[in-house]
């Protein structure tokens, strides 16, 4: 009973050495936030958007790092992020959810929108 617990314990401890040498995941975060910084940028909403008292308080911006496959899909270099907004509207008295997404490539430098909400309730600024 004895040796057979030293020899759990010795195993968890080799585990736990091997895990503390595997390279850590590469941090996308920086990335990500600047594919969302682009879009801010570049897009604003509509009048129609903000007529239907949409609450950008509680919009909620993610950016995800896409595939090779999905990128060459697109026709765009392989660094492409998927940025998306999602936020709650009230057309019509009626509380609903709308979901924007863009994808950003080359470098942060192209963008194109990616849905009928991207592409209608945001425009570009007048700047850009």
Not at 86 to 104: F, H, M, Q, S, Y
Request: hydrophobic fraction near 40%; glycine fraction near 4%; charged fraction near 25%.
């Amino acid at each position: 009973m004895k040796k057979s617990l030293w020899l759990a314990l010795g195993i968890l401890v080799c585990l736990v050495i091997f895990i503390r040498m595997l390279p850590n995941a590469p941090d996308d975060s920086k990335q990500e936030q600047a594919a969302i910084a682009v879009i801010q940028k570049v897009y604003t909403p509509s009048r129609q958007l903000l007529s239907w008292n949409a609450d950008f308080s509680n919009s909620n911006w993610v950016a995800r790092e896409q595939g090779k496959a999905i990128c060459d899909n697109h026709g765009v270099s392989d660094d492409c992020y998927e940025v998306e907004v999602w936020l709650d509207v009230i057309p019509n008295g009626e509380k609903k959810r709308i979901t924007a997404d863009w994808l950003v490539y080359d470098g942060m430098t192209h963008y194109q929108a990616e849905n009928v909400e991207a592409r209608t309730l945001f425009v570009k600024h007048t700047d850009n």
